[in-house]
T-cell receptor, first 113, second 116 residues
């Protein structure tokens, strides 16, 4: 157990809908990262938050957004869902150290029908 | 942009034997970190081992060790005394050591099968 929790584990929804994925980082970790894993794109970095502020953005679609709250948990919002958004979404967290290592949550499996 | 290449989509090994998974990367940076993550059928991403580029000594974690060749930009993972529980996808990942983004850049993975 990495100490990173994600809810829900599975999510099935329809095209055009909006969903919210939730992540709680390890105790003491200030950074949260979101990654998408799909068969065609592999593991791709979406976005990073550090202590409530956006720190880096990757290949995140405009239909996707995220935020990190004062208690350091994070939410990833996916809207106007398309079939191609079906993927495994991982949250990871790390401490603020220079040699920080990212620890991953169990992931949320999103299926868009 | 940095890239990570894992040239072996699949590998197999006999139980108790040794196997080496290959990884190469491309970067113009001198300060960076390299990782191997394991993803078993449960889909959980599990850190296996980490290497800091400024360290010449190869990292070791129990049965797992790396061969880090900085000049060649190569970072292979050796698994000794392979066990059935080692069967998984293995991903090589790169992280910049410079300020700013700490994102991980992943290779496409190598699927390891362990035969009894």
């Amino acid at each position: 157990d990495s100490g990173v929790t994600q809810t829900p584990k599975h999510l099935i929804t329809a095209t055009g809908q909006r969903v919210t994925l939730r992540c709680s980082p390890r105790s003491g970790d200030l950074s949260v990262y979101w990654y998408q894993q799909s068969l065609d794109q592999g593991l791709q970095f979406l976005i990073q938050y550090y202590n409530g502020e956006e720190r880096a953005k990757g290949n995140i679609l405009e239909r996707f957004s995220a935020q990190q709250f004062p208690d350091l948990h994070s939410e990833l919002n996916l809207s106007s869902l398309e079939l191609g958004d079906s993927a495994l979404y991982f949250c990871a967290s790390s401490d603020a150290g220079r040699v920080s290592t990212q620890y991953f949550g169990p992931g949320t499996r999103l299926t868009v029908l | 942009a940095q890239t990570v290449t894992q040239s072996q989509p699949e590998m197999s090994v006999q139980e108790a034997e040794t196997v080496t998974l290959s990884c190469t990367y491309d970067t113009s940076e001198s300060d960076y970190y390299l990782f191997w993550y394991k993803q078993p059928p449960s889909r959980q991403m599990i850190l296996v081992i980490r290497q800091e580029a400024y360290k010449q000594q190869n990292a070791t974690e129990n049965r797992f060790s790396v061969n880090f060749q900085k000049a060649a930009k190569s970072f292979s993972l050796k698994i000794s005394d392979s066990q059935l529980g080692d069967a998984a996808m293995y991903f090589c990942a790169y992280r910049s050591g410079q300020g700013g983004s700490e994102k991980l850049v992943f290779g496409k993975g190598t699927k390891l099968t362990v035969n009894p």
